[in-house]
């Protein structure tokens, strides 16, 4: 299915392949030791330019695409982030679509570039476009991931009805209440759909040949083990250091359609997958115990396999309703300390770190304008929008930034104890109030959080193990009233709030 033009560029790249000699994929080994902290963009709208302020993209203005977006990689990488994982670069259905550009995640094809994203008003193919872009990331050391959808558009269906799945009527079948896509025949473990299998090995060699470093497998879950076993295999005789992320929770116990098969997130781990995703994003419904829990959950899951696994910090995604509309300002601050703190992968969407709420005005008004056979701007509430051509996030909230900053940098500094040290559970005896330490060598932090974001929690006691007389306690960040003596600290907190204490000799 890879067309001649492909086909003729991989052979130039084989040839040139000394403009990409100088880097070396090394995520796979960054991701595993806790070391990538990770932004998801839409290059669709990660550097359009909304003239007129209306929030949409209009003819007459600039949309997102690989050449525009370079200019933000310094921004990128000034914040402390050193990976990218971008959501869905192939071209997307347009029929029985959703939205006036289409869903990114209904991919009309397997092995070329969504038209969308590449600027038409230059010289270099689309291919070599998406070449340069992921060359300037790695130029600044940044790692890119790239989205693989679960499903196909209705258009890929009507071209290869062969790799989808048809019920008695031989018509195609929606998986729950995802209208614009259709449910990729994928086979048994016993027989696999060989048809579906090209069809991602083309998307494999199309990310190779991009430079890409990684996969973010959508939902992973309904690909059979075997389906996986092969694709991995295929990727990593090719690319050793190369990742693949599962978007898999242990939350999910069945798929999303009865016709489609279920791996679960820990038999995705075992046939090669590097991490997944955990249920980080419940943190919004959950008590200090179940926060807790799930962090030992997730330390004691990923220590049970022979080769090294990790977890993405999945707080805020694409798929998650922005934490300033769950919680409040104190919701996204928390969570990036919590992403600086914990021994996981930090990971947050475009617009976070400047508290994006994500409302579009014009949220499924009609348009006059569609270029797919919806004509509304269709999104969901309070999340980034994959189906329009839409404003660069920018949430503008200078003190979420500022924080979000800090929070990296203290990481940044303070590595080898976040990715290395003990995890300590210290128990505040109060189903609002969390508390734990970092401890590695003489260096020990302590972290306290406040999961009502209505209520103040006062008078909280904690136990920290070998405080002594001779020690002092710095408040890195939070409201300083600190009190301690030899075996207890004592502080109030605001809802809502995190502090983030050191504890250091003399």
């Given amino acids: 299915m890879i067309n001649k033009i492909i086909l003729s560029l991989i052979i130039f790249s084989f040839i040139n392949s000394n403009a990409f000699a100088a880097y070396q994929n090394n995520l796979r080994t960054t991701f595993l030791n806790n070391k990538t902290n990770i932004c998801c963009i839409n290059i669709r709208n990660f550097n359009s330019k909304d003239i007129n302020n209306n929030g949409l993209i209009d003819e007459n203005e600039e949309k997102g695409n690989f050449l525009n977006a370079i200019k933000r990689l310094d921004e990128i990488k000034n914040l402390g982030i050193n990976t990218l994982h971008i959501l869905p670069i192939t ?18 094809d397997f092995w070329s570039i969504n038209p969308q994203i590449v600027d038409t008003n230059s010289d270099l193919t689309d291919i070599e476009q998406a070449q340069l872009f992921i060359k300037e990331c790695h130029k600044r050391n940044i790692n890119v991931i790239i989205d693989l959808p679960s499903c196909g558009a209705y258009d890929l269906f009507l071209n290869h009805p062969e790799l989808f799945l048809k019920d008695n009527k031989q018509l195609s079948i929606v998986p729950t209440d995802w209208t614009d896509v259709r449910l ?44 996986w076993a092969e694709i991995i295999k295929y990727t990593r005789a090719q690319q050793p250091e ?16 009865k016709f489609a098969p279920f791996t679960p997130y820990d038999k995705l781990l075992q046939v090669g997958f590097d ?33 090294k696994k990790s977890v993405i910090l999945s707080f805020s995604t694409h798929d998650e309703i922005s934490p300033i509309l769950l919680h409040g300002e104190n919701f996204s601050i928390m969570i990036s300390w919590l ?29 006059e304008n569609s270029k797919t056979d919806d004509n509304s701007y269709f999104v969901h509430r309070g999340k980034i929008d994959i189906f329009n051509f839409s404003k660069k996030p920018d949430g503008k909230n200078s003190k979420i930034l500022n924080i979000y900053k800090k929070a990296n ?15 300590v559970h210290i128990n505040t005896k109060n189903d609002k109030v969390f508390a734990f ?36 306690i710095e408040t890195i960040f939070g409201n300083d009233n600190i009190k301690n003596n030899r075996k207890y600290i004592y502080t109030d907190m605001q809802a809502g709030e995190i502090k983030i204490l050191k504890i250091m000799k003399g």
């Avoid at 299998?197 to 075997?226: M, Q, S």
């Avoid at 940098?409 to 995890?423: P, Q």
């Avoid at 974001?453 to 020690?471: A, E, G, S, T, Y």
């Fill in 437 to 472: 330490s970092r401890n590695l060598n003489d260096k020990t932090i302590i972290v306290i959080g406040n999961l009502d974001f209505n209520q103040p929690q006062n008078k909280i006691k904690l136990k920290v193990n070998n405080l002594k007389k001779d020690m002092t």
């Fill in 242 to 257: 190369f990742l693949f992320l599962a978007e898999a929770s242990d939350s999910w116990r069945e798929p999303p359609s």
């Fill in 184 to 227: 990729f025949n994928t086979g048994s473990n016993n027989k696999l759909n060989q048809d579906l299998i090209k069809a991602h090995k083309d998307f494999i060699d199309l990310v190779l040949l991009i430079g890409a470093d990684g996969i973010r497998a959508d939902v992973a879950t309904i690909k059979p083990y075997n389906f």
């Fill in 275 to 307: 991490g997944y995703y955990g249920s980080f994003f419940n943190l919004k419904d959950w008590t200090s115990d179940d926060f807790i829990n799930h962090i030992k959950f997730n330390l004691k899951l990923l220590n049970s396999y022979k080769d």
């Fill in 409 to 423: 940098i203290f990481r940044n500094n303070n590595i080898e104890l976040i990715t290395k040290g003990d995890f």
């Fill in 91 to 108: 071209p997307v259905g347009k029929l029985k679509a959703l939205g006036t550009a289409g869903s990114l995640y209904a991919m009309a």
């Fill in 339 to 367: 992403n600086a703190t914990l021994p996981f992968n930090p990971y947050c969407i475009d617009g976070f770190f400047n508290g994006d709420d994500y409302l579009y005005p014009w949220a499924n008004s009609i348009s």
